[in-house]
């Protein structure tokens, strides 16, 4: 299939392109690098042996997303471009809707104009907002609390609505939970500018000596250990679950939304002692006051995925920082 990947460089997309290329998919890929680096697409060419098209392009630039589409002439659209942080979002929540929401608004045009029917959209758990019973699963009610969230939620409608404009037009939105981990190479993995907004990079540069310690935000929720509990999947195991959802374009019309996840909840404390003996580092931590808008507990019901789609996230914790671990010692710079 050939299939346009949006943010494809980034640290989802990258390891996507690994899952897809090994499954012998014609690629192009779009980014401007604005939180990624042309350096990580090098290492997926060494690391698969596959070539692929790549442009360096903001999707919300028309003319030249439309060019790339008149070229490529793609079946299919992952779409993972976008601003990503919580915190940034709130700052500059103007921007995070430009950038999302119009920017998918400019796609969706494209892909009329060169008659693409089908995308799968990176959405994210953020949408479900407060739990009203866990786990979370497909059927919970939509409720964002930050503007991150509310844009991909609003992109969702979008899509939704865009399909309804013909038969044919087919949107599979995948709702994430939280990524990490890295390709078990060690070449490619998540390489966050500036501070670290998510927990498992933030530990695995303590353990690498780039930071003096984490800051563990709130030991006195409702939970296990008082620390946050949340939903880690492996982002090859998500980069697996795009590819099983491409499959099931000939199964389905419409739309259709899968969660992606483990299905089980770990600790910051749990993932703190994890890294601890995959690194063989200590992991010096702070407690601070908790964030606003940080949940006691949140995971997935994936039942849906592993049914419908064939797809299941097979790593486990140990996985997960040990891969992370071995990206983190063999790149302390990331991709600088």
């Not at 979370?136 to 969230?149: A, M, T, V």
């Not at 490619?188 to 930071?211: K, M, S, T, Y």
Request: aromatic residues 10%.
């Amino acid at each position: 299939m050939r299939i346009l990947v949006t943010g494809g460089a980034g640290y989802i997309g990258t390891h996507t392109l690994v899952s897809l290329l090994s499954k012998e998919h014609e690629i192009c890929v779009m980014d401007n690098y604005a939180n990624s680096s042309p350096i990580a697409l090098d290492r997926v060419r060494r690391l698969t042996n596959h070539d692929f098209e790549q442009h360096e392009l903001d999707i919300g630039d028309g003319p030249k997303l439309s060019a790339v589409f008149a070229e490529f002439q793609p079946e299919a659209i992952i779409h993972f471009a976008g601003l990503k942080a919580v915190g940034a979002s709130e700052r500059d929540p103007l921007l995070y809707y430009h950038e999302n929401v119009s920017g998918a608004i400019s796609l969706l045009r494209a892909m009329d104009a060169s008659n693409c029917r089908q995308i799968v959209f990176s959405s994210s758990a953020t949408v479900y907002g407060e739990p009203l019973y866990l786990p979370y699963d497909e059927k919970h009610p939509l409720s964002p609390i930050n503007p991150y969230g509310r844009t991909k939620f609003f992109i969702e409608e979008i899509i939704r609505d865009w399909t309804k404009t013909s038969d044919d037009k087919k949107a599979i939105l995948l709702r994430y939970f939280n990524p990490v981990g890295a390709h078990s190479s060690g070449e490619i993995g998540e390489d966050p500018e500036g501070i670290p907004n998510n927990l498992l990079p933030f530990i695995a540069q303590v353990a690498v000596g780039r930071r003096e310690h984490l800051n563990i935000f709130g030991d006195d929720y409702d939970t296990r250990d008082g620390t946050g509990i949340r939903d880690y999947i492996h982002v090859s195991d998500l980069a697996d679950g795009h590819a099983a959802a491409l499959n099931y374009f000939t199964r389905m019309s419409g739309v259709e939304i899968f969660n992606l996840g483990k299905g089980n909840g770990i600790s910051v404390l749990e993932m703190v002692e994890a890294f601890k003996q995959a690194s063989s580092r200590d992991i010096p931590y702070q407690i601070a006051p908790r964030r606003d808008g940080d949940l006691p507990a949140y995971w997935a019901d994936p039942k849906k995925a592993n049914e419908l789609l064939g797809w299941t996230a097979k790593y486990t914790i140990d996985d997960i920082c040990r891969d992370s671990w071995h990206w983190q010692s063999k790149n302390p710079e990331g991709y600088k």
